[in-house]
């Protein structure tokens, strides 16, 4: 098997019987499977709830290491709205030229210094480096800032021994403290200082309001991005035609990148928790029980997506819900869309050729259910056109 290849553990049970079972700490979660399900119950917030206890419905959980709710991501309508509302337009900057230019430069740069070398580990050298970079951007903070995130290393709430570490996670919450503090003494034209003079309802927001705005813009983009910049090399250096291909045909580079985070799925689910009793795939799921949105296993749906085992580049249909679906859709994904556009057409127009020296897969175990999700390492070699 091919290193780029993410083979789909989810076909089985969502064919059967369209959903699957996990413990985690405890606190059961029924897995939604099949595109149709995930999208109807991401739409429908009454049953399936975002604003439970704080750290709910991460999967896994995070009530052990937070209690600050993250903002507007475990918030429902109509309050969602309100606060989405605020910060979206400030999510949607990427789509400036001018913030594009500067992220083009960030991208160029780190492809520059990556064919200079004979070696690079693309996780920690490459998708680490990339994400911090272009995130100072997001926040409209100083270049060198992204120096202190990559020194977090690729994981803000896990660790080598823990996949929820609180120690490691109050490093991201007394930074973030830290930041308020200072946009409060000396404003700016920062994400901390536009939070820190705006309303929502009338109301100015409380310094946890803002605190949770922050760890969601940190920690979810995170992993994510770091993921799909991992993966779609592996991909690359293995198809080195689909480079040419790019390089040949720009017009369809967007559907590339639209049917890459398909198919890698950088995140594979997101809970919910219920608030009445009710039935998924006639399975009877309790009120105050967990699911989850296995955006993963819909994304390969046999009735929804053809070939869907496959990378297209320039698949037609394309409905995946790697950013999520509805009203709690990823508000990062517009400049996570740019960052992978960018740094494809960079690719193409730079690299010869990629070589694999070496992988270790990262997979993840959600009770029956073994996903390959992206490498924990992955050392290569970039050729230069």
């Known amino acids: 098997m091919k290193k780029s290849e993410f083979p789909d553990p989810f076909k089985e049970a969502r064919e059967s019987k369209g959903f699957g079972e996990m413990d985690d ?20 917030w009454k049953t399936f709830q975002s604003g439970a206890t704080p750290g709910r419905i991460v999967v896994p959980s995070e009530v052990n290491i937070r209690d600050t709710r993250q903002i507007p991501f475990e918030v429902d309508p109509p309050l969602h709205g309100d606060y989405r509302s605020l910060v ?13 230019g500067k992220l083009c430069k960030i991208i160029n740069d780190i492809v520059d210094e990556v064919l200079e070398k004979d070696t690079i580990e693309v996780v920690s050298e490459f998708s680490l480096k990339l994400q911090s970079r272009a995130l100072t951007l997001l926040l409209n903070i100083p270049y060198e800032e ?9 994981h803000v709430f896990r660790s080598d021994d823990s996949a929820l570490d609180g120690d490691k996670a109050s490093i991201l919450y007394d930074y973030i403290d830290d930041q308020i503090e200072k946009a409060i003494e000396n404003p700016g034209e920062d994400l901390y200082s536009m939070l820190l003079a705006s309303e929502v309802n009338g109301k100015k927001l409380t310094k946890e309001e803002i605190k949770g705005v922050m760890i969601l813009t940190f920690a979810g983009g995170r992993d994510t991005v770091i993921n799909a910049v991992t993966n779609s090399i592996s991909y690359f250096a293995e198809h080195p035609e689909s480079l040419r291909r790019l390089q040949a045909e720009p017009e369809i580079r967007g559907k590339a990148v639209e049917e890459l985070i398909r198919y890698f799925a950088p995140l594979t689910h997101m809970g919910r928790v ?26 390969r749906d046999e009735k929804v997506f053809e070939n869907p085992n496959e990378v297209v580049l320039d698949r037609k249909i394309n409905p995946h819900i790697s950013f999520g679906f ?12 740019q960052i992978m556009n960018i740094l494809l057409a960079t690719l193409a127009e730079k690299v ?24 924990e390492q992955i050392k290569v070699k970039f050729n230069a056109n």
Request: aromatic share 8%; net charge negative; proline share 4%.
């Open 25 to 44: 700490q405890n606190d059961p979660v029924t897995m939604l499977l099949r595109l149709k399900d995930v999208r109807k119950s991401a739409h429908n």
């Open 146 to 154: 992204s120096e202190t995130w990559i020194n977090w290393g690729t």
């Open 352 to 375: 010869k050729s990629i070589d694999i020296l070496e992988a270790e897969e990262n997979i993840e175990e959600w009770g029956e259910f073994r996903r390959k999700v992206g490498f």
């Open 326 to 337: 509805s009203h709690h859709n990823c508000l990062g994904a517009t400049h996570a869309r």
């Open 88 to 100: 979206e337009p400030w999510f949607k900057r990427p789509l400036d030229p001018a913030y594009q």
């Open 274 to 299: 219920v608030t009445e009793d009710t039935t998924v795939c006639e399975h009877a799921i309790k009120n105050d029980s967990r699911i989850s949105l296995c955006w993963a296993s819909a994304n």
